[in-house]
Each structure stands twice: as C-alpha cells, then as structure tokens.
C-alpha cells in the first residue's frame, strides 16, 4: 500500500523559512517522479515544484523560483521542500505527490498518489 506522509508545516512569519518531509513507503519510490503541490483556501490546486527520479531534473512554477528547493534522498525515501523567503500568499496545505511511473506529469492530475498534506501559514 502507497503511503506519503508530509511533515515540516506551520507557521512563521514573513521572511522565515520551512523544511517540508514526505515520507514515502509501499512502491518503489527511486523509480518515480515527484511533486509538491499546495492548495490554498479557495483556489485551485496548483504546482509547487516536481524532480525527476534520480533528482537531476526539477521544474519549478515560476514565481516560486529562486525561494522554494525541491530535493530527495532515495536511499532514505524522502522528498523535501526548503522554503525560504516565505511570504503570506504562500499559505496553503502542502501536498507531496508520486507518479506512477519516471514521468513527471505536467498537471496535478496525472500523479497517482498523495500524501494528506502539511499546512503552511505565513503571517505578515
């Protein structure tokens, strides 16, 4: 059975910085592209940033370039996201993402499996 667990969320102000987990367990997590998503109350569900299996290749939504660092440890099965510079339109429950394969879809709808989600709350 797939499971992903985030962990890293809460609050900070402004300025601050987070360090969001996702466990994975159940499939083979080297052999699957990954991503964070984020959800924000009353909008759409959007992408954060994604990496290849090996982690050489990675995408980031443009606005979020520069602050946010998608990263994985294969040996460990764990996807991070290092957020930095975090601002209040950053809130939003985070979500980690497995594809059901190396491909890394180009919409949140592609992904297979999803963890439950770490809420983030950036105060000003």
């Known amino acids: 059975q797939v499971q992903l667990v985030e962990s890293g969320g809460g609050s900070v102000q402004a300025g601050g910085s987070l360090r969001l987990s996702c466990a994975a367990s159940?499939?083979?997590?080297?052999?699957?592209?990954m991503g964070w998503f984020r959800q924000a109350p009353g909008k759409e569900r959007e992408a954060v940033a994604t990496i290849s299996t090996g982690g050489t290749s990675t995408y980031y939504t443009d606005s979020l370039k520069g602050r946010f660092t998608i990263s994985r440890d294969n040996a460990r099965n764990t996807l991070y996201l290092q957020m930095n510079s975090l601002k209040p339109e950053d809130t939003a429950m985070y979500y980690c993402?497995?594809?059901?394969?190396?491909?890394?879809?180009?919409?949140?709808?592609?992904?297979?499996?999803w963890g439950r989600g770490t809420e983030v709350t950036v105060s000003s």
């Open positions: 159940g499939y083979t997590y080297s052999a699957a592209c």
């Open positions: 993402a497995a594809s059901s394969g190396p491909w890394c879809p180009g919409n949140w709808v592609g992904y297979s499996y």
